[in-house]
């Protein structure tokens, strides 16, 4: 069995200022303290030069890259240009991309693999919404996403993935253990069908109003390895908890 350490990132989204970079200099000393932990913030792309040299302990990471390296795509950013600003990791496939901006399968696809060429660690998103959970077809829609969203694996950089049901992002309600442990053992089995032994080193995130309350409970599901936190990440506060619940699960 591998040992994967656990992950805790954080999405901003559209949030945070210049002032708010200041809830860095708590998040990297708990980073530092937690050292079996792998710690990130994805702030808006205008933050991250800023955020890099207040990180240490964590890594910044963006929350979004064009599958080309350059061209006439205005508005977007390539992996390369975050790898230069300082990112270490991007966040791609988040249901709000998909859902705001048509993202399918196939461009989140592309999106990683020119995130993992360019040595990012990759978050590839994936998850359900409300009705295809209650129809019953929610691990057949991840597995589906799952099969035409993640390419195959290169070794300069690591591939996350993050279960983030949509139903429970920025809502207060969170998937319970068991439809994590449900999910995350779905994703472990499709990651080790396809990858073998690599895809067992692949860690499997959960997010969606992931807080301080329920992390620790969502941590000790086998194979969740950590978790993806929005409206948690912005401050300080709210979490360092779920940094410290990762280190004690
Ligand atoms: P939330 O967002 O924690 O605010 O639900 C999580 C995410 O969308 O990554």
Not at 21 to 38: H, M, Q, T
Not at 77 to 96: K, N, P
Not at 101 to 109: P, S
Request: charged share 20%; net charge negative; proline share 4%.
């Amino acid at each position: 069995m591998h040992v994967r350490r656990k992950l805790v990132a954080g999405n901003w989204k559209m949030n945070g200022s210049r002032a708010a970079l200041a809830e860095l200099a708590a998040i990297a000393a708990a980073a530092r303290e937690a050292s079996g932990v792998d710690v990130a913030i994805c702030p808006p792309f205008t933050l991250i030069p800023l955020a890099v040299p207040r990180a240490g302990g964590l890594s910044i990471g963006g929350q979004d890259c064009h599958a080309e390296a350059s061209g006439a795509h205005t508005g977007d950013v390539s992996a390369q240009l975050l790898a230069e600003a300082g990112a270490r990791l991007v966040i791609v496939g988040h249901s709000e991309r998909r859902a705001d901006h048509g993202e399918t399968d196939g461009a989140v696809r592309a999106k990683a693999e020119a995130a993992l060429a360019a040595g990012l660690q990759t978050i590839l998103c994936v998850g359900e919404v409300e009705e295809e959970r209650i129809a019953g077809g929610h691990v057949e829609k991840v597995l589906f996403q799952l099969e035409h969203s993640v390419p195959e694996l290169r070794r300069e950089a690591e591939l996350v993935i993050a279960y983030e049901p949509v139903w429970a992002i920025g809502t207060g309600r969170t998937a319970t253990p068991d439809d994590a442990a449900e999910m995350h053992a779905a994703i472990r089995r499709a990651l080790t069908e396809r990858f073998g032994d690599a895809g067992a080193r692949v860690r499997i995130l959960y997010g969606g109003s992931c807080n301080a309350k329920n992390a620790e409970a969502l941590f000790a599901v086998p194979d969740v390895d950590g978790g993806l936190a929005g409206g948690a990440s912005l401050t300080a506060d709210a979490f360092i908890p779920i940094i410290q619940a990762a280190a004690r699960s």
